[in-house]
C-alpha cells in the first residue's frame, strides 16, 4: 500500500518526505487505533524505501505500488521485509520469533537496499520476548529498520518505547480543531526556537493548567500536544513546498510560515518524535509538569 492510499495525508507526507531524504530513524512505534493502519503504514514504508521505479514528488518519495517488488512485499513474500505476527497458537509474538527476526536482521539484505522488519500486534509481546529486543532497537543493523505496528503502545515496556519515536496513525473524520489549544502550543513552539533552556523551561508552564492535579493535568497538557504535532505537521508541508491544501491550520499559515525557519526538515521530524514520547509518558501517569519540562528541552 504506498503512502498515497494510507488516509492520513500529512503524516503519509511527512514519511515520504522522510524516506526521501533517508531520515527516518532505525526503529519506530507506528500506532492506531485498531493496529491495521499501523501496519499498513509499515508495509508502504518498506515500498517506499524498495520500490525500483518510485513515484518522486518534490522531496516526497513513494512506491509505484504495483511492480514486481510492491507486489512482493504486500503479499508478504519478499526476503527482505520480515513480516513477525502473532503465534497462531498462542495469540502473541514469542521471544522464539524474536530471536529469529534479530538473527536475520543482522545479516545483509538479500535484494533491498535496506531490510524492514514489522512486527505486527506487537503489544502482543510478553515481558521476556521485549526485552530481548531491546538491544537490537539500542543498536539495529545500519541496513535494517525495525517497525512496531499496534493498537495499545502502552502495553510496551516503558524501556523500549524511550528507544522508538511513536507516530500515532488517528482514524475518523477530521476533528475541530481546538484553537485555544493550538495557540499556547504555537507560542511554545516560537519561544523554543529562539529562546535559551530558561526560556524554553518558562514557555513550559503555558502547556500546564492554572488548577488541578493528577489526571487533570496530564490531560490539559494531552491536549496542548496533540495540537502541537498538528503543528509540526503544517510546518513540513510547508517547508517542502508540498501542497498546501493540505495542511489543517491554514488559518494561522504565516505563523506557521515563520516556524519553517526552524522547525523544518530534521529537527521538525525530531521534535514530531519528541511529542510523541511526551504523549506516551503521559498515557503512563508520569508527572505532567516534568513531561511537558522535558519536551521543551527537546525542540
Not at 508502504?44 to 514528488?57: D, E, F, K, L, R
Not at 521476556?128 to 529486543?133: G, K, T, Y
Not at 535494517?144 to 496513525?169: E, H, K, N, W
Not at 510547508?238 to 510560515?257: F, H, Q
Amino acid at each position: 500500500m504506498p503512502f498515497r492510499d494510507l488516509g492520513h495525508r500529512r503524516l503519509a507526507s511527512l514519511l515520504a518526505r522522510s524516506v526521501f531524504r533517508d531520515a527516518l530513524p532505525p526503529s519506530l512505534i507506528f500506532s492506531s487505533a485498531d493496529g491495521v493502519e499501523a501496519r499498513d503504514a509499515a508495509i508502504a514504508i518498506a515500498q517506499a524505501m524498495n520500490c525500483p521505479s518510485p513515484v518522486v514528488t518534490g522531496e516526497e518519495r513513494d512506491a509505484c505500488g504495483s511492480c514486481t517488488v510492491c507486489v512482493r512485499i504486500a503479499k508478504g513474500t519478499h526476503p527482505d521485509v520480515l513480516l513477525v505476527e502473532p503465534d497462531a497458537d498462542k495469540g502473541r509474538v514469542n521471544i522464539d520469533q524474536i530471536r529469529d527476526v534479530i538473527d536475520r536482521a543482522g545479516f545483509r539484505p538479500f535484494e533491498a537496499k535496506r531490510r524492514v522488519v514489522v512486527i505486527d500486534q506487537s503489544d502482543t509481546m510478553q515481558a521476556p520476548a521485549q526485552s530481548a529486543l531491546l538491544k537490537t532497537l539500542e543498536e539495529p543493523p545500519s541496513s535494517s529498520i525495525l517497525i512496531l505496528a499496534t493498537a495499545r503502545p502502552d502495553m510496551l515496556l516503558a524501556t523500549v518505547r524511550s528507544r522508538c519515536p511513536l507516530l500515532r496513525f488517528v482514524s475518523g473524520r477530521r476533528e475541530d480543531i481546538d484553537v485555544e489549544a493550538r495557540d499556547i502550543a504555537g507560542e511554545v513552539l516560537k519561544e523554543a526556537a529562539s529562546g535559551d533552556a530558561a526560556g524554553k523551561l518558562e514557555a513550559a508552564k503555558l502547556l500546564l493548567p492554572k488548577a488541578g492535579a493528577g489526571k487533570v493535568e496530564r490531560d490539559h497538557v494531552a491536549r496542548h500536544l496533540r495540537a502541537m504535532t498538528s503543528l509540526l505537521r503544517d510546518v513540513e508541508v510547508l517547508a517542502t513546498r508540498a501542497d498546501a491544501s493540505v495542511i489543517a491550520n491554514a488559518d494561522v499559515r504565516s505563523d506557521l510560515e515563520q516556524l519553517t525557519r526552524t522547525f523544518g526538515g530534521d529537527r521538525g521530524i525530531r521534535a514530531y518524535a519528541a511529542v510523541g514520547e511526551a504523549l506516551s509518558a503521559l498515557d503512563d501517569n508520569h508527572n505532567a509538569k516534568i513531561v511537558a519540562d522535558w519536551l521543551v528541552l527537546q525542540l
